[in-house]
């Protein structure tokens, strides 16, 4: 499976409503899409953070392309930063494990 691991700051109470305002409906889409496992929300170190599970990549990129999630990310640049980490994983990492695979990949960013 393919596990993708969300993490965005907001730069205002402004942005942080335009996120909000693009968000959910995002998630709603992330939740019934075709090839969806697993999708949470979390708010940790005031970080938006989304974990999601997918049956294959092709899943993934069909929902990320698509729809509200499509429209959402045109936006984001707007009003916060942040980054997105993907990999395979035959199980469901932890919550801890997923954002500190996150964390590590953001850092090789820089």
Same mark, same amino acid.
């Given at each position: 499976?393919?596990? &993708?691991?969300?993490?965005?700051?907001?730069?205002? $109470?402004? #942005?942080?409503? !335009?996120?909000?305002?693009?968000?959910?409906?995002? @998630?709603?889409?992330?939740?019934?899409?075709?090839?969806?496992?697993?999708?949470?929300?979390?708010?940790?170190?005031?970080?938006?953070?989304?974990?999601?599970?997918?049956? &294959?990549?092709?899943?993934?990129?069909?929902?990320? $392309?698509? #729809?509200?999630? !499509?429209?959402?990310?045109?936006?984001?640049?707007? @009003?916060?930063?942040?980054?997105?980490?993907?990999?395979?994983?035959?199980?469901?990492?932890?919550?801890?494990?997923?954002?500190?695979?996150?964390?590590?990949?953001?850092? &090789?960013?820089?």
């Amino acid at each position: 499976m393919i596990i &993708s691991v969300t993490g965005l700051r907001t730069h205002s $109470l402004w #942005g942080r409503l !335009r996120f909000y305002w693009l968000a959910i409906p995002a @998630f709603r889409q992330a939740k019934l899409a075709k090839g969806n496992l697993f999708c949470e929300t979390r708010k940790i170190d005031g970080v938006y953070h989304t974990l999601t599970a997918w049956k &294959s990549r092709k899943h993934m990129k069909h929902y990320v $392309l698509s #729809g509200a999630h !499509r429209t959402a990310m045109g936006q984001f640049s707007q @009003f916060a930063t942040g980054a997105v980490h993907s990999f395979e994983s035959e199980t469901m990492p932890s919550w801890e494990r997923a954002v500190q695979n996150w964390r590590e990949a953001a850092d &090789s960013y820089d």
